[in-house]
């Protein structure tokens, strides 16, 4: 069933894996209805206007579940949305969560964008995700993140706390994320979930994450797998079977994640 990310985190605490294709798309699905675990589907403008535009991405997800008689929750969710009116037509296309990157903008113009964004998307019960600092970059105050919650709205919050997209250096700042949980009581995300050990994103969700974001990890085993069988198979042209190649690994990376959800971290 297609929910939005309010449904998903009322039940449990969530991987957010993002989709750039229609074969990760399609295994990602399996692999979560597989392993009975609830997700969100992420995906970023650069990756929808690849994939041909929202409607595309929605009919996509729409068309496998129906295909696949996935039985799971998914959400589809437009990940680091810095535009509102892409915001705007995600929700129109069918998206049921979006996200409001407003990490370049002034405070004043982050609230206000992130608003307008919120306001659109509760008419269609659409969740929204709003960010405050610059992930890899300056890092806001526990306090600021709660204010920006209370005049925005939003139903999920993203926070520089030291993490990094893909695979630079990391320093998790423990303390703000700490008192950001003990100030803000909406879901908290982390972004740049790759290159972090499943012991330390047990421990990220210990301490009070509610959903964590992944895709470098998955474009890099994807990657790699590929890699190896195109040079091992010089002879293969076919692209389904290329790109098939891929499936095994990244379904295992999928899996690895999702272990993250249960159980306890050993720190
Ligand atoms: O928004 C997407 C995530 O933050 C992904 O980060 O590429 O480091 O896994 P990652
Ligand atoms: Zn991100």
Request: proline share 1%; charged share 20%.
């Amino acid at each position: 069933m297609l929910v939005n990310a309010k449904d998903i985190l009322k039940e449990s605490k969530v991987i957010q894996f993002n989709i750039n294709n229609l074969e990760w798309t399609k295994w990602i699905l399996e692999e979560c209805n597989y392993l009975h675990k609830n997700v969100i589907l992420g995906v970023s403008s650069k990756a929808i206007n690849y994939m041909g535009g929202p409607n595309t991405v929605f009919l996509l997800v729409e068309g496998l579940m129906k295909d696949l008689n996935i039985d799971i929750k998914v959400c589809l969710h437009l990940d680091h949305g810095k535009d509102v009116n892409l915001c705007k037509k995600c929700i129109d296309a069918g998206f049921t969560s979006v996200m409001f990157d407003g990490s370049s903008l002034s405070m004043d113009d982050n609230i206000k964008c992130t608003r307008e964004v919120k306001e659109y998307a509760s008419l269609f019960n659409v969740t929204v995700e709003g960010e405050v600092g610059v992930i890899g970059g300056a890092l806001p105050d526990a306090l600021a993140v709660n204010n920006f919650v209370l005049k925005t709205n939003v139903d999920m919050i993203a926070f520089a706390m030291g993490t990094v997209h893909g695979y630079g250096h990391m320093d998790i700042n423990w303390t703000l994320l700490d008192n950001v949980k003990k100030n803000t009581n909406v879901p908290l995300v982390l972004h740049g979930g790759s290159g972090i050990s499943n012991d330390t994103l047990k421990l990220l969700i210990n301490h009070g994450i509610d959903k964590i974001n992944i895709n470098t990890d998955l474009q890099f085993v994807f990657s790699k797998a590929i890699r190896r069988f195109l040079n091992m198979n010089s002879d293969v042209y076919d692209p389904r079977v290329i790109l098939g190649s891929g499936e095994l690994a990244l379904k295992n990376e999928v899996k690895n994640k999702l272990d993250v959800l249960d159980g306890r971290c050993l720190d």
